[in-house]
């Protein structure tokens, strides 16, 4: 994953001033290095807007768990601080209802947020 991540950050035409990721992130565990290249890709004070399977902190401890779907749910504490370590600051957040799955409602949350200061720890 690390290697198709950096090749996109390379490769990438331009920089963007938005990022929607609806029903995208259940796909990843931990969020950090995903909102990492977000935030490369990305222009100051670009908006990045996406949803993401809620998990409590007690179903997570580590912030994300893996559900018998495959997919992954995360906590609303995981994707803010994963956000925050590269420079996003939250200005929308609501529970949600992302999809109906054999019948009945996910639970899920969608997050708004304002790129204000980039910042990585590593490259990638």
Not at 3 to 16: G, K
Not at 21 to 34: P, Q
Not at 94 to 113: C, L, N, S, T
Request: net charge negative; charged share 25%.
């Amino acid at each position: 994953l690390s290697n198709t991540l950096q090749s996109v950050v390379q490769n990438a035409p331009t920089a963007f001033d938005l990022i929607v990721a609806a029903d995208v992130l259940v796909y990843f565990g931990s969020l950090e290095k995903l909102l990492e290249v977000y935030a490369r890709l990305s222009v100051p004070g670009a908006r990045l807007i996406f949803t993401c399977e809620l998990a409590t902190e007690e179903e997570a401890p580590l912030g994300w768990r893996l559900l018998v779907s495959g997919r992954f749910s995360h906590t609303k504490l995981h994707a803010i601080e994963s956000a925050s370590k590269v420079g996003y600051e939250l200005v929308h957040y609501d529970e949600i209802v992302p999809r109906m799955e054999k019948g009945e409602p996910v639970r899920g949350h969608i997050f708004g947020f304002v790129l204000k200061n980039k910042h990585y720890e590593n490259e990638l």
